[in-house]
């Protein structure tokens, strides 16, 4: 991985829609506004989008860790600017603080993501076909955590 600068950012623009309210699979719809789970996922698109310029070829990055503060509501159809900042790159972690604004510049939400690198190989041997079948017949050695 090319070092990725403290302060460097990426920026992921959506709009809210009934997919991304508050809908549980056994509870079903709660509220219909911007769920806390769907801007969790969006701070994690824009970590990556920004991780994904400093990749080098045969490498790839999995998530590692995420936090979510969601401060205010945001309904179908607001538009919602997601911004990652690269806080910290220690080694083979990058750590970016995430922002959530609505179109009037309100804060919705904050929060940190944590990638890890690794080798395309590195990442297809924890999580490729063959892994799952290992860990469902209890056959194979434990594979090293990223951390």
């Known amino acids: 991985m090319r070092p990725v600068p403290v302060g ?3 920026v992921l623009d959506v709009v809210v829609t009934p997919e991304m309210t508050v809908r549980f699979d056994e509870l079903g719809p709660v509220h219909p506004v911007y769920a806390t789970y769907s801007m969790a996922k969006h701070f994690e ?3 990556r989008k920004l991780l994904l310029r400093y ?3 045969g490498e ?3 998530g590692s860790s ?7 509501p945001a309904w179908v159809g ?3 600017r997601v911004t990652a900042r690269c806080v910290e790159l220690r080694g083979n972690r ?3 603080e995430c922002t959530a604004v609505d179109a009037e510049g309100r804060a919705l939400g904050r929060g940190t993501t944590g990638q890890v ?3 395309e190989e590195a990442v297809q041997a924890r999580i490729g076909a063959r892994s799952r079948s290992q860990r469902r017949t209890g056959s194979g050695d434990a594979l090293p955590h990223p951390h």
């Open 8 to 10: 460097a950012s990426a």
């Open 45 to 47: 698109e824009a970590g």
């Open 55 to 57: 990749l080098e070829p």
């Open 60 to 62: 790839a990055g999995i």
């Open 66 to 72: 995420l936090s979510v503060e969601h401060l205010a």
């Open 78 to 80: 607001d538009a919602v």
């Open 94 to 96: 990058l750590t970016c």
């Open 117 to 119: 690198v690794m080798s």
